[in-house]
């Protein structure tokens, strides 16, 4: 019986970046563990902003249908298993370790170029090739890691249906500085004889280079419809697309256009006879849950969780504060990771807020709190700033203070999401 914590160490100490960008580790890797990749197909996910909710929403949707559903998505919110998931269930702890036994002895045995190594990424994503294929999943929701033309994902030959979510401006340091280069980079998922569901709101210069990558490779372009907007509380979204309503349990207005873009890549499914009903749609998506992404904890005082960390995912949580919460009242739980576009994402942010309790997260790259609660008072000097440290802290203190009425939003970053709800289940809170 292997140790779940060496385990997870074992995972973490491979590199975030390993070598040459390329996909040329993932092919001996895979080709040393038989290939199980092509034994399974996919839905493949790539884009910038909403990945993991149309990921849910898509997985959900064939689970409904009665498909043996694997899900694999990232950075994970708890627990590392969250990224390797069957029908809903997180792979379980014993499991991975004995996955993740089998692909390092594989590694162990590689022959690799002087200076290359398998990252952590990659050899997660060989973890769920193989748990996958074991298990014999129907189809897999394949959510892309970073990018798409070396991401580890892209490993795979052309999957039932491609989607691409709402390219923004995200990792710029890797992708490129500017919407289009980053656009180009995750085309690259696009493979010959394949169909691509577009975002239906791309910006146009996004969308030309998306038709053109279509154009190059043979592979079908096609928009995903534009939903109608019925309603969006806090209790869910509700809207209607080519003619059918929906109701979701996901928070926000871009939560209807993620749906209709898991919509049409499961039309698209359809067409190649994969048997998914109306009702198994409309219940798939009904069910699905996406933890941190505008996530209701309790009411009154309001706790929203959520793990926008660049500047889109930022600009729908607060049109979400402006349009659910008009009255204000709000205190911010926030901390950020250096490497994102911070200063933007903390001027949108502090303007909507009474007080804010700084943190950094547990994370090498994590902004230190101290700079971050002095950019804040530098931007807004009325509000109220805390530095706290750590996330529990913040997250005691914010809700302590909080009246009858008032909101507390936990934001800024996925690791930052993950603590406070760590915290929570602890009864820290």
Known sequence: ??????????????????????LDRMRALLAAMGNPQKKLKFVHIAGTNGKGS??????S???????????FTSPY??????????????????????????????????????????????FTTACAMLYFAEQQCDIVVLEVGLGGRFDATNIIDAPEVTVMTHVALDHMAVLGNTVEKIAADKSHVVKTGSTLVNY??????????????CYD???????????????????????????????????????????????????????????????????????????????????????????AH?????????????????????????????DKQYDACV?????????????????????PSRELAALIRAFSPYTDVFDCGDVASALKRAMRNADEGDAVIVCGSLYVAGEAKNALKAGMI
């Open 200 to 213: 239906p709101k791309q910006k146009e210069s996004v969308d030309d280079i998306i038709k053109k990558r």
């Open 347 to 367: 001027r949108m942010l502090v303007r909507r807020a009474d007080a804010v309790y700084v943190v950094q997260p547990e994370n090498p790259r994590a902004l």
């Open 77 to 122: 919110i708890m627990d590392f298993c969250e990224r390797i998931c069957i029908n809903g269930e997180n792979i379980p702890q014993d499991d991975l370790c004995r996955i993740a036994h089998r692909v390092l002895a594989v590694e162990h045995d590689l022959h690799l170029p002087e200076g290359e190594s398998i990252g952590e990424f990659e």
């Open 310 to 338: 660049n500047m889109d995912g930022v600009t729908a949580l607060c049109e979400t504060l402006d349009t659910m919460l008009p009255a204000g009242g709000i205190s911010l739980v926030l901390g950020m990771v250096a």
């Open 217 to 307: 490779v043979q592979a079908t372009y096609q928009n995903a419809p534009v939903p109608e907007m019925q309603g969006c509380t806090l209790e869910g979204t509700d809207c209607i697309i080519e003619g059918k309503q929906f109701h979701l349990r996901l928070i926000g207005r871009h939560q209807a256009d993620n749906a209709a873009t898991a919509y049409a890549a499961l039309q698209v499914l359809r067409e190649k006879c994969w048997n998914i009903s109306d009702t198994a749609i409309a219940t798939g998506f009904l069910q699905a849950v996406m933890p941190a992404r505008q996530e209701v904890v309790q009411t009154d005082p309001l706790l929203m969780i959520d793990g």
């Open 54 to 59: 149309i990921s849910v929403l898509s997985a």
């Open 1 to 22: 019986m292997y140790n779940y914590q060496q385990t997870l160490s074992d995972i973490h100490a491979h590199g975030r970046f390993s070598g040459t960008p390329c």
């Open 61 to 71: 949707a064939l689970q409904c249908a009665g498909y043996r559903t694997g899900l």
